[in-house]
């Protein structure tokens, strides 16, 4: 969570201002920074929003933080570990549909995870769409998670 918001803080300082545009974000972080390619660049605001360093109001991102207090070397540059970092958002909908499994199945959330795992593995997917895809095969109907896991990919 400190990288994370040493990265944010870092972004806001070099552009000088306390508010950005979705897409102001995302160009910073990824041409003029040069920290990720734009849709993990994305996934950097995601996680911001997420986690709740950053929010989103009037078409503005704005941090919840002041990032004058955070002091980060110029050269910072953060790892792509940050992006993998599970929000509570990520938690709540991926345990929701392990626990939908489980509910079906009779299998212990354990074993439920370890097949989530598997189909991922196999497939090469986000663990939300293995999750799906593994709900799907239990038999689960995965209708009422299809709004939360698009919005969670950003999928029209």
Do not use: C, H
Request: proline share 6%.
């Amino acid at each position: 969570m400190e990288e994370l918001r040493n990265a944010i803080a870092l972004l806001y300082k070099r552009k000088g201002r306390d508010s950005l545009t979705e897409r102001e974000f995302v160009l910073s972080a990824s041409m003029d920074l040069r920290w990720f390619p734009p849709r993990d660049a994305q996934r950097l605001l995601q996680v911001g929003l997420e986690t709740k360093l950053l929010e989103s109001r009037d078409g503005t991102i704005r941090p919840v933080f002041d990032v004058s207090t955070v002091e980060v070397p110029r050269d910072y540059v953060p790892t792509t570990a940050i992006l993998a970092m599970p929000t509570p958002v990520e938690e709540d909908l991926f345990l929701r549909v392990v626990d939908a499994i489980a509910a079906k199945t009779g299998m212990d959330r354990k074993a439920v995870i370890r097949r989530v795992n598997e189909v991922q593995e196999k497939m090469d997917v986000e663990v939300e769409v293995a999750a799906m895809i593994a709900a799907r095969q239990a038999g689960v109907d995965v209708a009422p998670f299809l709004p939360a896991v698009k919005a969670r990919l950003q999928m029209p």
